[in-house]
């Protein structure tokens, strides 16, 4: 984005820098244009008073604050990243398992066994135990991790050598740029590895996944979604108002609807019920009234999917599925759910 210096000075009367011949009146019709970024190194924008050679228009100036040395401020910064593929590794689940009895055991309880509890806990240990100062990753990085880092700390070091024997002036150390040129060349070698050991993998899964469905549709989701695993944007459909207007924004869209609805669900019919006792009647399931047992409530966590983003808990179904494999945090969560199914307390969030 380019802006207009003199905008800079408020304070400056006399602006024109030409003269209209007929009507001698003034006008600004030269400019100094500066980027956005370096708008704030300006001190001074103005006109000289005196005509140029061979011109009607009147010089125009510039001050401009001009560092002679550039040196970049590196700025510590805060771990303010969850990273869930942590859990993945045994030892930190183990220590997540562990962090969270302490953080429940201390934690001021609501209730016992209560969703809120276990919420709060959970979000103090994930900060405690999954902070990480490292943007998350492509999966095809962490299944070369060690061997990628390690080539990109090798490309660094011959990236700061070179930097410094760089002089101004002076022809490019031919050495320095034969090793850095060697370094780059060996991270993209190792970025291809990764991705082709992760798509092979994917193929691979597919085969395995023949005699369960919902496991090979979720391998081609995969596939399909690539490397970066990037997905659609969220298009909000747009309704049209009692007008047979486009709402313009999500108020406007739910105002539509509930008129729809309403309309809908209190349109006049007339039934027949005789109908009714024409239905074949199904066996009463008494069971499904009773809460759920521990198997049921394994199977459930095992078969949530993964990598979602959170809902308004901003608990992910990751931070659950952790507490299984220790009998103490199993317990504790089990207990909440039978503790909710008796009692049907809400969560207060």
Sequence with gaps: MLLL??????????????????SKLGHQIDHFLVRKSDFARIRDAGRYGGLSVESDHQPIRLTLRVAKNLCKQR????????????LQKPDVRSKFQQEFLSEFKHCP???NHSYDDLAKSLASTATKVLSSSERPRNDWFYLRQSSLRAAINERNMAQRAYNKALKPGSPKPLKELAVLQERRKAVKKEVKKAKDELMIGNIKALD???????G???G??????GLSRHVKKFIIQLFKNSEGKL????????????????KVYNMGSSMDDSVLNLVRQRPVLTHLECAPNDKEISTALRQAKKNKAVGDSKIPVEFWQALEGNCETENILKDCFHSFWDKECQPKD
């Design 208 to 214: 395995g996944a023949k005699a369960n469905p919902r």
């Design 109 to 111: 309880k609501v209730s």
């Design 247 to 262: 709402c313009e924004n999500a108020a406007e869209n739910s105002k539509a609807l509930e008129a729809h609805y309403e």
């Design 75 to 86: 700025c510590k910064r805060k771990a303010t990243f969850i990273d869930r593929q942590l």
């Design 5 to 22: 210096a003199f905008t800079l000075q408020q304070h400056f009367s006399q602006y024109q820098t030409w003269v209209n011949p007929r």
């Design 216 to 218: 090979f549709w979720e």
């Design 220 to 225: 081609v989701s995969k596939l399909k979604s």
